[in-house]
């Protein structure tokens, strides 16, 4: 067993505690974790001892659902993995599969780095090794570098990033997901439930898009608010976050190193040659287990 592989068998059992008999394949229940990264909350299930997920997308929208279920604005499912310190898939409420969060991957690096002592992670994402670092108390997660070609964003047909042939010339980025950013004189005007919807189902972006909507309130200062790819309004998001500090760098709007206001605070963004860097604050909320009655009502 390789390096890496130890020590993740090593965080399952410190992580997992009391819940680790629930993770048996014979349990009928299963523990998960709730937490929120600057307002935008997640669901996190760890299933680094099972040979298999623990989801599926219609458990994912059962979990998502805020009546019924627990709610969420996206869930993170741990992995063990052979090249990092662990994996991270991302579901969100409406049982899609996302390919980066940057909030979820915030609150779960917080978690594991305040559990076992580390100063430094290395996650395995469909975006790529991501690493994540105590930084002066602070820990921060490096999101990779932005995507900036029309067709891996992906735009369904040639633009330009920086100003594409939608309403108010928006932003397209892309940050293992799409972004679509735009910005106006005051974000707080915006009615998100009417204008989040058109765009992210617009036919520029084949597999739809994330919406922001930022104004630049004060130096390398941005107001944001966030509809969400299959979730809706959040109080925050990390990627979007990240692409729209991009976005506004690129048009020369503020520098590199961008504070970003969002309806559930304020996020941090660096823009360095080695990737994207993303902090800000975290919350653990509760552990909790699922019944064997919410999960029988999925068979």
């Not at 929208?61 to 063990?80: I, P, Y």
């Amino acid at each position: 067993m390789n390096r890496a592989a130890q020590r993740s068998r090593w965080l399952v059992s410190v992580t997992l505690g009391p819940y680790i008999a629930a993770m048996r394949h014979d349990s009928p229940t299963l523990p998960f974790v709730k937490m929120h990264g600057a307002g935008n909350d997640f669901v996190i299930i760890d299933s680094r001892g099972r040979a298999d997920s623990a989801l599926s997308a219609r458990l994912a929208r059962a979990l998502g659902d805020r009546h019924r279920g627990v709610g969420f604005d996206q869930l993170a499912e741990l992995h063990a993995s052979d090249t990092a310190d662990f994996a991270l898939t991302f579901w969100n409420a409406d049982g899609s599969v996302s390919d980066a969060c940057g909030n979820a991957t915030r609150c779960v690096a917080a978690r594991v780095l305040a559990e076992t002592g580390a100063t430094q992670l290395a996650i395995e994402t469909a975006r790529g090794r991501l690493m994540a670092e105590v930084r002066d108390r602070a820990v921060w997660v490096n999101m990779g570098p932005p995507v900036l070609d029309w067709a891996a964003i992906p735009l369904s047909e040639p633009c330009d990033i920086d100003a594409l042939p939608l309403p108010g010339t928006p932003s397209a980025i892309g940050m293992g997901n799409p972004h679509c950013i735009t910005f106006v004189p005051n974000a707080e005007a915006i009615a998100l439930e009417k204008r989040g919807p058109a765009l992210e189902h617009d036919p520029l972006f084949p597999k739809a898009t994330n919406v922001e909507f930022a104004t630049l309130t004060a130096h390398d200062t941005v107001r944001l608010r966030v509809w969400e790819r299959g979730t809706g309004v959040t109080l925050a998001c990390g990627s979007g976050a990240c692409a729209t500090a991009v976005a506004a760098c690129r048009r020369g709007l503020t520098g590199p190193r961008v504070s970003i206001d969002a309806d559930g605070g304020r996020l941090e963004v660096d823009w360095r040659d080695e990737g994207v860097w993303l902090t800000g604050p975290t919350a653990h909320i509760f552990d909790a287990i699922l019944s064997a009655e919410f999960l029988a009502g999925l068979s």
